[in-house]
């Protein structure tokens, strides 16, 4: 361990915080490995996940010495993401991965050199690991080295403007979770999501606009903006439903677009969505989809002008602590193998809950469900397919 003035831990991560304010994306490898040397290590490489969440790739920096790029599947640090836990190794030399999580959303790995895995360092290296998560995330709202870090090829020009859109996968409080995963991750066209957390409440959307071309991309990206704008101003869902109507109408015409969105009041459990076209939302509880529990009668999708001269009916339905609620586009249980065989919604449902009941957290089921569709299709998506899950688990009280 360093010596000197502020040599403690706390001191050491405070010394880093002051200097990535001034510094770069790429000198942050070099300032987090400098940290972790004055923790006792023998080193530290940032790994973040790849927008498919299929492999961890290095930040680059110039003291980096280019590590490998790792698997999520089948080795220690993919373990760490995906089960969001420290993993360590008494190897030679001995190795810990540490996740990098922004509130609750994975973001990558932090691979910690030459620890002697006692408590105390495991603790310092894992304080060190949330420090660099936000750190990450900071830099990455400017930085295309931090962007580039993530992708594996270039993506559409829809696809680039529907991401820059998009909220993060992962969102959570003490009360309830909402994770998405959305694929042909580079050439995505009319799917989109949006989940966020107010005063008591997780408000969750999915489109699917119609086509799979930059127009597509426009009227989802136009109806993310639209949604927020009206939540954002005190607006309720059926003027959410009014305003995207609207605004396809007028500046997107001919291009039509389904959604479901919803509201969830996480102090109760009511929850409240307006069906404009789309797959109705499943209800999953201990384990099993509730038949027709959210099943209602569809209303005509956005774009028609049809929403704009009344009121829409908001259905309701009263939520059980546990409960779960999976929001999906078409080209889920639409996507076909090679043979013709739909992926379906029971296999849909089957899938995730298989992943749940061996202990997945729902962003790792999620992102399993989501490979076993793009396999079932051969990675050929012909089709935009997004999941939502959202799971209410209040605190009981006294918690």
């Known amino acids: 361990m360093a010596s000197g003035e502020d040599a403690g831990p706390g001191g050491v991560l405070a010394r880093l915080l002051v200097r990535s304010r001034a510094a770069g994306p790429a000198d942050l490898p070099a300032l987090i490995g400098q940290a972790a040397r004055e923790l006792g290590a023998d080193g530290a490489w940032v790994f973040l996940a790849d927008v498919q969440q299929r492999y961890l790739v290095p930040l680059p920096g110039p003291e980096n010495g280019h590590p490998d790029v ?27 991965w540490f996740p990098l999580v922004d509130g609750v959303e994975r973001i990558g790995v932090l691979r910690v050199e030459g620890g002697a895995w006692g408590r105390d360092t495991a603790d310092r290296c894992e304080t060190l690991a949330a420090l660099v998560a936000l750190m990450v995330v900071s ?23 529907l991401w820059a859109f998009l909220p993060p996968r992962t969102i959570g409080t003490r009360h309830v979770t909402s994770s998405a995963v959305l694929e042909p991750a580079y050439d995505v066209g009319g799917d989109a999501f949006d ?45 959410i ?29 009511e929850l409240t969505w307006v069906n404009c076209g789309h ?17 209602r009668r569809a209303e005509l999708p956005l774009g028609l002008g049809f929403h704009e001269r009344g009121a829409q009916p908001v259905h309701r339905a009263r939520l059980q602590p546990g409960d779960r609620l999976l929001v999906y586009t078409d080209g889920v249980t639409e996507a076909r193998s090679r043979s013709g065989e739909f992926f379906g919604e029971l296999r849909l449902a089957d899938t995730l ?18 490979h076993a569709l793009v396999t079932h299709q051969d990675h050929d998506l012909r089709d935009d397919a997004t999941i939502l899950l959202a799971e209410w688990h209040p605190q009981r009280p006294g918690e």
């Open 70 to 96: 790792v698997d999520i599947e089948g080795t220690l640090g993919g373990r760490a993401y995906r089960l969001q836990q420290t993993q360590l190794s008494s190897g030679s030399p001995a190795v810990g």
């Open 139 to 161: 830099k990455s709202t400017y930085s295309d080295v931090i962007i580039g870090v993530g992708r594996r090829r270039p993506m559409s020009l829809q696809a680039e403007m």
């Open 195 to 239: 989940h966020s957390v107010a005063g008591g409440r997780l408000h969750v959307s999915v489109f699917d606009a119609m086509g799979h071309d930059l127009a597509s991309g426009g009227a989802s990206s136009v109806a993310l903006a639209a949604c927020r704008s009206t939540r954002r101003s005190g607006g309720g869902l059926a003027d």
């Open 241 to 269: 439903v009014q305003a995207i109507d609207r605004t396809l109408v007028q500046w997107i015409p001919d291009r039509l677009l389904t959604a479901v969105v919803a509201d969830l009041d996480t102090e109760t459990g």
């Open 279 to 295: 797959p109705p939302p499943l209800l999953i509880r201990d384990g099993r989809v509730v038949t027709d529990a959210l099943q």
């Open 353 to 370: 809950m298989q992943h749940m009941a061996g202990g997945d957290p729902a962003p790792e089921a999620l992102r399993r469900l989501i």
